[in-house]
């Protein structure tokens, strides 16, 4: 059985950083896809990242690139997610979730994964 459980968040203020954590337990292969997803007050849980259990291979949502990044300890088997230069609308629940295979389109979308963790709080002050 897969176990992810988040932790990291917290309040910033507008312009700061912070680095997720998702602690992932159970069995993964090499094509496991470990991602990344947020969700605002009122709005759709969306994907911000992810990376494959083997190789590392990271992906991410267009409107982040450059300001997230996405990376795994193997020795820990944990998951991170630094986010650089926070606005208020990064404020959100960030959801780490596990899939053993997807497809590119799939892997970007809440059906693709098959376990989730329980959140964590980002708030994000302006």
């Known amino acids: 059985q897969v176990q992810l459980v988040e932790s990291g968040g917290g309040l910033v203020q507008a312009g700061g950083s912070l680095r997720l954590s998702c602690a992932a337990s159970?069995?993964?292969?090499?094509?496991?896809?470990l991602g990344w997803f947020r969700q605002a007050p009122g709005k759709e849980r969306e994907f911000v990242g992810r990376?494959?259990?083997?190789?590392?291979?990271?992906w991410y949502k267009d409107s982040v690139q450059g300001r997230f990044t996405v990376s795994k300890d193997n020795a820990k088997n944990i998951m991170y997610l630094q986010i650089n230069n926070l606005t208020p609308e990064d404020t959100a629940v960030y959801y780490c979730?596990?899939?053993?295979?997807?497809?590119?389109?799939?892997?970007?979308?809440?059906?693709?994964?098959?376990?989730w963790g329980q959140g964590t709080q980002v708030t994000v002050s302006s």
């Open positions: 979730a596990a899939s053993y295979a997807c497809s590119v389109t799939a892997c970007s979308g809440r059906g693709g994964y098959n376990y």
């Open positions: 990376i494959r259990w083997g190789d590392r291979q990271t």
């Open positions: 159970g069995r993964f292969f090499a094509s496991s896809i």
